[in-house]
Nanobody, 117 residues
Framework: QVQLVESGGGLVQPGGSLRLSCAAT????????MGWFRQAPGKQRELVAH???????NYADSVKGRFTIFGDNAKNTVDLQMNSLKPEDTAVYYC???????????WGQGTQVTVSS
C-alpha cells in the first residue's frame, strides 16, 4: 500500500515563499514522473509543475520563474519551492507520482496554501 504524505502548506503574505514536500511511504515502486497540481475553489485542478524520471521539467505559465520542482527518484520524494507568491496562488496543492510501467498512479491528500496579507 503506497501513500503520499505532503507537508509545508500554510499562510504566507504576498511576495513570500513556501516549500511543499511530498514523500511516498509503504511499498517501494519505480517512478516515471512526479508532479504538483493545485485546485482553487470553484476551479478545475491544474498541473503546476512536472518532472520526469530523467529530470526534465515543465511548469504552468502562471508559475514559471517563481516555482521550482525538485524530485528524488531514489527516495520517491518531490518538493515544490514557491517564491514570490501571489494571492492567485491560493489553492489546495496535491502531489502526484506516476508509476513506471503498469499499475496505479498515486495522489497526495492535499495541502492548503493561502497567500494573503
Amino acid at each position: 500500500q503506497v501513500q503520499l504524505v505532503e507537508s509545508g502548506g500554510g499562510l504566507v503574505q504576498p511576495g513570500g515563499s513556501l516549500r511543499l514536500s511530498c514523500a511516498a511511504t509503504g511499498s517501494s515502486f519505480s517512478l516515471s514522473a512526479m508532479g504538483w497540481f493545485r485546485q482553487a475553489p470553484g476551479k478545475q485542478r491544474e498541473l503546476v509543475a512536472h518532472i520526469t524520471r530523467g529530470g526534465s521539467t515543465n511548469y504552468a505559465d502562471s508559475v514559471k520563474g517563481r516555482f521550482t520542482i525538485f524530485g528524488d527518484n531514489a527516495k520517491n520524494t518531490v518538493d515544490l519551492q514557491m517564491n514570490s507568491l501571489k494571492p492567485e496562488d491560493t489553492a489546495v496543492y496535491y502531489c502526484k507520482m506516476w508509476r513506471l510501467g503498469s499499475g496505479p498512479d498515486y495522489w497526495g491528500q492535499g495541502t492548503q496554501v493561502t497567500v494573503s496579507s
